[in-house]
C-alpha cells in the first residue's frame, strides 16, 4: 500500500497555495537549474540526509522529477522516515510545464 498520494498538476497548483508544501525536484541538476517549479529546491544527499534527519516530519512535501516515476521511490522513502505528508506530482516536471503553456503562462 503506498503510504503518499499521487497528485495532478491542478491538485498540486491547490496545494502549493494552500498547504505550502516543501517542494523538492528530484531531476539532475542542469535541469533544475534551467527551469523548476517556483520555491523547489534540488534534491541532492545532502538535503535528503537533512530532512530525515529533522524534527519536523509534519512538513508536507511534494516531490516532482521528470515524468513521475523517480519521485514516487523518493517518496516513499520520505515516507519510510516518518514524513506524515508526502504528495508525488504524476506525470513530473512534464505535465507541470504542459499545464503551464495551456495556462498562457512560462515556466
Not at 15 to 21: D, G, K
Not at 34 to 46: K, M, N, Q, T
Amino acid at each position: 500500500m503506498k503510504k503518499f498520494q499521487t497528485i495532478s498538476v491542478n491538485e498540486a497548483q491547490t496545494i502549493i497555495t494552500e498547504a505550502q508544501p516543501m517542494i523538492l525536484d528530484c531531476r539532475e541538476l542542469k535541469d533544475y537549474r534551467r527551469s523548476h517549479i517556483a520555491g523547489a529546491l534540488h534534491v541532492h544527499e545532502g538535503l535528503k540526509e537533512s530532512l530525515v534527519k529533522s524534527k519536523n516530519k509534519q512538513q508536507a512535501l511534494l516531490i516532482y522529477c521528470y515524468y513521475g516515476h523517480a519521485s514516487e521511490h523518493l517518496a516513499e522513502f520520505f515516507c519510510d522516515f516518518g514524513f506524515g505528508t508526502v504528495y508525488s506530482l504524476a506525470g513530473g516536471y512534464s505535465s507541470w510545464q504542459e499545464q503551464q503553456v495551456l495556462n498562457g503562462r512560462r515556466c
